[in-house]
T-cell receptor, first 116, second 114 residues
């Protein structure tokens, strides 16, 4: 069975600090996909990134970067120079292909609060 | 494009009442999902529809039924609401059945059962 752990329930930082949100996953499949979603205070979840298990290259998008390490089963998300608009709940999710369904399992989320 | 729409946005029910949550997507997606979100629990899958004409149970299906009315619409019904069903409900869609596409979410329905 697949499982996603986001051990940090809430993180509080001051604007311009860097912050890393941790995501640890468990799966028996060799082919799987990892996702990050953002849920701002407005409530609607927004897709941020998808990675497959065969691509361990780190990804950078502006102030956002993702570090995928199969050796530690982690897919961590770093926000550089955080801003108040980054305040949100962030979810990590895992999809594996057992049975061909690729139904994602979500972590419990990390609430990020960025203070001005 | 509207993406994924949900109605209503808010609802208060009394124990034992029934209601249907409506969801529609205009992205020509094959797969649709219903989740509930409770504090500290993340998103839990209630039901999903991999493609038009099929539905399957998720992690927490008890007390719910679904209908995939057509490719665009996927409704969630509470036949006899219970206080334990107080939650925020999200509908989502994704491109194709059996493929690990990202999901697109609706704005959510905040349901309170008293």
């Amino acid at each position: 069975a697949q499982k996603v752990t986001q051990a940090q329930t809430e993180i509080s930082v001051v604007e311009k600090e860097d912050v890393t949100l941790d995501c640890v996953y468990e799966t028996r499949d060799t082919t799987y996909y990892l996702f990050w979603y953002k849920q701002p205070p407005s409530g609607e979840l927004v897709f941020l990134i998808r990675r497959n298990s065969f691509d361990e290259q780190n990804e950078i998008s502006g102030r956002y970067s993702w570090n995928f390490q199969k050796s530690t089963s982690s897919f961590n998300f770093t926000i550089t120079a955080s801003q108040v608009v980054d305040s949100a709940v962030y979810f990590c999710a895992l999809s594996e292909g057992a049975g061909g369904s690729y139904i994602p399992t979500f972590g419990r989320g990390t609430s990020l609060i960025v203070h001005p | 494009n509207a993406g994924v729409t949900q109605t209503p946005k808010f609802q208060v029910l009394k124990t034992g009442q029934s209601m249907t949550l409506q969801c529609a997507q205009d992205m020509n997606h094959n797969s649709m999902y219903w989740y509930r979100q409770d504090p500290g629990m993340g998103l839990r899958l209630i039901y999903y529809s991999a493609s038009e004409g099929t539905t399957d149970k998720g992690e927490v299906p008890n007390g719910y039924n679904v209908s995939r009315l057509n490719k665009r619409e996927f409704s969630l019904r509470l036949e006899s609401a219970a206080p334990s069903q107080t939650s925020v409900y999200f509908c989502a869609s994704s491109g194709a059945a059996g493929l690990p596409y990202e999901q697109y979410f609706g704005p959510g329905t905040r349901l309170t059962v008293t």
